[in-house]
């Protein structure tokens, strides 16, 4: 479960679209089905930030394929033969499309059978994700308390179709953050969620306490972006003493 410490970090960010908790589950929550028209899952993320609502989705709720990477369906043949993507435009020939769906994220089959959204913010249980949409600033916090413990490279992995299979499957199976730049999307940007240049990150539950960890230590604004005279004269120090460090070995440093 969150913490109210996390829930105030979360806060603290100042984000324009709320962070969302996400949680997958064999058996049917105890919060309210979802009600309205159907939507493509995709669209289930902005729903929440829009509405501030805490539902859960079943297989007759998602009008698109995010039903196939949560392990709902089984692969559609039609679709899996990579038709879809080259009627589409996105690829040059079903063949092409059709290597996504050999390489394609699922979650376990027959495992998952509702999902369960909810603000960030109010949440009470222990997500299995959290996703952020973010512009500047935030996207650069966010994503420096993704490796400023561990050190882990950022990666980001996608394709043009099916973008929900990266950022809701693939963190979970490989316990790795991902991220993704909307308006590449074709499912996001068909249905215009969001405006084009904002950062999709998705943080899997075995990065969660390092991620809200390291929000709490680590300096939101780096020294070297800082313009009062006392955060410049400590930095100078600090380059002073890289100086010090090289000449002992005989060597020299050329950052500035």
């Given amino acids: 479960m969150l913490r109210q ?61 995010g039903k196939l990477v949560m392990g709902m369906i089984d692969m559609p043949p039609v679709t899996a033969s990579g038709q ?22 699922v979650l376990l089959p027959n495992t998952i059978h509702y999902v369960e959204y909810c603000p960030a913010v109010d949440c009470n249980f222990d997500p299995d994700l959290l996703l952020f949409v973010a512009a500047l600033p935030q996207a650069d916090i966010i994503m420096r308390a993704t490796s400023y413990i561990s050190g882990d490279l950022w990666e980001s992995k996608s394709s043009p179709v099916l973008s929900c299979g990266w950022m809701y499957a693939y963190p979970v199976i490989s316990g790795k953050v991902n ?25 899997p539950f075995r990065k969660m306490p390092e991620f809200f960890q390291a929000l709490e230590e680590m300096d939101w604004t780096l020294i070297a972006f800082r313009e009062d005279a006392q955060s410049k004269a400590e930095l100078q120090a600090k380059m002073q003493h890289w100086q010090e460090m090289a000449a002992a070995t005989g060597s020299h440093v050329d950052l500035r």
Avoid: W
């Fill in 5 to 65: 410490k996390d829930k105030e970090l979360i806060g603290k960010l100042n984000l324009e679209y709320p962070a969302v908790a996400i949680k997958f589950r064999f058996e049917k929550p105890d919060v309210p089905h979802y009600e309205g028209p159907q939507l493509a899952f995709c669209q289930y993320l902005k729903y929440t930030q829009d509405t501030g609502k805490h539902f859960y989705i079943d297989v007759n709720d998602d009008a698109c394929y």
């Fill in 84 to 105: 879809a993507g080259y009627d589409f435009g996105c690829y040059k020939a079903p063949i092409a499309n059709q290597q996504l769906y050999q390489k394609l994220p």
């Fill in 179 to 203: 991220h993704i730049t909307t308006g590449f999307y074709h499912g996001l940007k068909r249905r215009k969620a969001y405006p084009e240049g904002l950062r999709m990150i998705s943080i």
